[in-house]
């Protein structure tokens, strides 16, 4: 038992590490966390993009995809290997996780060959920036419950309705959808997907401001948007079972929380004054520090465990899907927390006043967006209970019912 | 990156699994709980006969010779059929504290005894409802005798030899030493005492001028008593996560069988959300013994530290999974003749047998300001 590289992936870690090392600038660590850039979206865009061009140049943009569309044809393992890695470079992230991790898995498996010819390089070199127009105002968790519709007309179809919680939708060149194409049929026979250019007219982009502050996401309304059979993926009334190769991706594709943890706790605990002296000789403090370490380190080990079952060439357990149900409560709390032990104060969400930059108040704020993000808390635990403990389904009332003919707000 | 048992492991593992599901079940467990028994003798002697009590016991002492992952993975799977025997007691704390601090004259004396089961050793360190700290321990060891009472102590009317936290006289941390006892003799008196776990015995036992011997140096009892504990912290740890995956897996199993309002209650969200939290905390919990354990083995600087996770991260787990598991059950849960009983209340042994959560919560927050001085 160690943690110790095989010989191949020591040798393929000090590749990465030489090519990072003449390509990128450490990351400061002196002050890690709390560091939020100051350059505007567009700034960091630009920069962004030369960073994923000079990337996908070196063959590490992409390194378990097949060398014909520009990946590396590597393993899990060097994909972890490179990620950890440039984890300690200061290199723009962010923009197109989504594109790769999501929609152009989904092009590579549904698309045309020229289609892919076209349009997975420039993607993969950041040329061009993909994003995934799934969630509506009445179909969250119940994605499937989906209402923007398509309609044929000739050798195109023209799709109406509304998208929203779109990541990125303001600066990206092009989208995959899924509509409804028969009303009359069961929610998930009704759908069909396509991909689309964002420029196209009647696509209309609208940032949603969130309660961080923060616009990251936006509502993408279509009116008489008119798109080529020819970007239709799948056939007609099959958009279900192309979706689930997006979202079959979406929770490798999402992020592990990131943020203030203990470390930033203890640092604060240790400067704090509360009535009866230091924070960090409280013993509530002490035990609330105490739980979210194990938290901490119960999660990374969980990593490790999966990252050794891949080392080994195999298919990693079922223990990698507790990480988010653990990570978005615990983000919330610790913020949550952190703002008590600052008492009165706690309230200020000042860079120069709030300890640390006010990150503990702007994590408190942007967990509870963390807790919904690329399924709810509530989601998540139907799927462990379902997939990893074998538990019966809910009761599905709408399963076999014509779609128009369902329940909704508004219309029972 | 290997961060996992190998397969000798695995095939020992394994190996312990089929012993205690034939040797083992609920029913087995049962006749413990049922009769005046500290133990159940077939089961000991069937692990002591396979070799499983001297797996980490050199050979020189009377062991197998391997090492902390083997003891490890045994003791995962005594957790998952709350075993009524003297493990714990006898190899975790005796056996491991005679190998850490004894001397050549102690290891050759006892080893070898407890390593064939032949003997029983304990730890007495609890001196009622209070913390065993150095300021709070009361009895004493002096000029080769030793006198006071401990309460509750494992396995303590079976036990044959016992290491002993006493007071030798000093100040702060250095007012206690470890000491070796032999139970067998006159000025030794002990009864059995009730506990919420009848499945496993304990007793209290008073010292009357009974001979003892020093365990490692005089004033250094508490470093090495918390060194013992840190070790038993990760054992105890595969314990309780052995435990909690069977109280999840009975919880599930019931709530697969079990239909109410037409549905099987497994279809609810409500316990679908309970069990999935069940399956949160034994992952955790396995992670973080499994940190334990590989420091452990190669006894790393960080043992502390790494211990209090698994034991903090364990305990909760199976806390956890040990009363929803009856709450899944509904009223036959409660019942005597149901069997969540016996996690329940092993549950709550494991979790304050060597202190309470917030004694390890205390201790790991300690380390972490050591770590990160400022």
């Known amino acids: 038992m160690d943690f110790n590289d095989t010989p191949e992936e020591a040798k393929f870690r000090s590749e990465v590490r030489e090519w990072l090392s003449a390509n990128a600038r450490q990351r400061d660590t002196s002050n890690a966390k709390a560091g939020v850039s100051t350059k505007s979206e567009a700034e960091r865009l630009v920069r962004a993009k030369e960073w994923q061009a000079k990337k996908a140049e070196a063959g590490y943009a992409a390194i378990t995809w097949p060398t014909e569309y520009g990946g590396l044809g590597g393993t899990s393992i060097q994909s972890v290997i490179y990620s950890q890695e440039e984890a300690n470079y200061d290199v723009p992230r962010g923009f197109f996780e989504i594109g790769l991790g999501m929609c152009i898995p989904t092009m590579m498996k549904w698309a045309t060959p020229e289609q892919n010819e076209r349009f997975v390089k420039p993607a993969l070199f950041g040329e061009e920036v993909w994003c995934q127009l799934f969630s509506e105002p009445a179909a969250g968790s119940d994605v499937a419950g989906l209402r923007t519709k398509c309609e044929r007309d000739g050798d195109d179809w023209i799709i109406n309705g509304q998208k929203v919680w779109t990541s990125g939708a303001h600066f990206c060149d092009y989208g995959i959808i899924v509509t409804r194409s028969d009303p009359t049929v069961p929610k998930h026979k009704g759908l069909t997907f396509f991909f689309l250019d964002m420029k196209t007219p009647g696509i209309e982009i609208r940032p949603i401001k969130q309660i961080s502050g923060g616009s990251g996401f936006n509502e993408v309304f279509f009116n008489d948007v008119r798109v080529p059979d020819s970007q239709r993926l799948g056939d007609v009334g099959e958009g279900w079972k192309v979706s689930l190769t997006t979202l079959m991706n979406e929770r490798l594709a999402i992020g592990g929380g990131s943020g203030v943890d203990y470390e930033e706790l203890l640092k604060l605990a240790r400067e704090t004054e509360l009535e009866e002296g230091p924070a960090i000789k409280d013993s509530n403090v002490r035990e609330k520090l105490a739980d979210w370490y194990v938290q901490s380190q119960g999660l990374k080990y969980t990593k490790f465990r999966t990252l050794t079952a891949l080392s080994k060439g195999q298919v990693p357990g079922a223990e990698s899907s507790i990480g988010k149900i653990v990570s978005g409560p615990k983000m919330q709390d610790l913020g949550s927390f952190a703002m008590d032990i600052q008492g009165q104060g706690g309230i200020l969400q000042d860079g120069d006043e709030s300890p640390m930059g006010a990150a503990f108040q702007n994590q408190w704020l942007g967990a509870a967006g963390y807790r919904i993000a690329g399924g709810t808390d509530e989601i998540l635990r139907n799927i462990v209970s379902e997939q990893v403990l074998g538990l019966p389904q809910d009761i599905r009332v709408d399963k076999n019912v014509p779609f128009n003919e369902l329940a909704s707000s508004g219309k029972k | ?374």
């Not at chain 2, 150095?134 to 016992?162: C, M, Q």
């Not at chain 2, 030493?177 to 209290?204: C, K, M, N």
């Not at chain 2, 918390?226 to 595969?238: D, P, S, W």
């Open chain 2, 1 to 374: 990156m290997n961060f996992d048992f190998s397969d000798d492991q695995k095939m020992l593992k394994d190996q312990a699994r089929k012993f205690l599901e034939d040797k083992c079940s609920y029913d087995d467990v049962r006749t413990v709980l049922e009769s005046d028994a500290s133990h159940h003798d077939e089961v000991w002697q069937g692990l002591c006969d396979l070799g499983f009590t001297g797996a980490a016991i050199p050979e020189q002492y009377g062991g197998v010779g391997l090492g902390a992952l083997e003891l490890c993975v045994v003791a995962e799977e005594l957790g998952r059929c709350a075993a009524p025997v003297p493990f714990s007691s006898s190899i975790y704390m005796a056996a491991e504290a005679l190998k850490i601090g004894g001397s050549e004259t102690l290891k050759q004396t006892w080893l070898p005894k407890l390593a064939s089961g032949e003997i029983i050793g304990t730890l007495a360190a609890a001196e009622g409802p209070a913390a065993p700290s150095p300021r709070n321990i009361k009895t004493t060891f002096a000029n080769g005798k030793l006198n006071g009472r401990k309460l509750p102590v494992p396995d303590g009317e079976t036990a044959s030899v016992a290491i002993v936290l006493a007071n030798t006289g000093g100040t702060g941390e250095q007012a206690v030493s470890l000491v070796v006892v032999d139970l067998t003799q006159d000025g030794v008196t002990r009864s059995s005492v009730e506990t919420i776990d009848p499945t496993r015995g304990h007793a209290e036992i008073n010292f009357d001028n009974a001979d003892a011997s020093l365990l490692g140096v005089s004033g250094e009892g508490w470093a090495l008593m918390k060194r013992v504990e840190a070790g038993a912290a990760v054992l105890v740890a595969f314990e309780q996560v052995g435990g909690t995956e069977a109280a999840l897996n009975m919880a599930k199993d019931y709530s697969l069988d079990r239909y109410a309002f037409g549905r099987q209650i497994g279809s609810y969200q409500a316990i679908k959300h309970k069990l999935a939290d069940m399956y949160v905390k034994l992952e955790l919990a396995r992670s973080n013994a499994y940190y334990g354990a590989m420091v452990l083995a190669q006894e790393g600087a960080d043992l502390e530290l790494a211990a209090a996770s698994a034991r903090i991260s364990a305990t909760e787990a199976y806390r956890f999974a040990a009363q929803e598991c009856i709450q899944v059950h509904g009223g036959i849960g409660f019942t005597w003749e149901a069997n969540p009983q016996f996690h329940y209340r092993r549950s709550k042994l494991l979790a304050l047998s060597l202190g309470s959560a917030s004694r390890w919560k205390n201790r790991l927050v300690s380390e972490l300001e050591k770590s990160n001085v400022a």
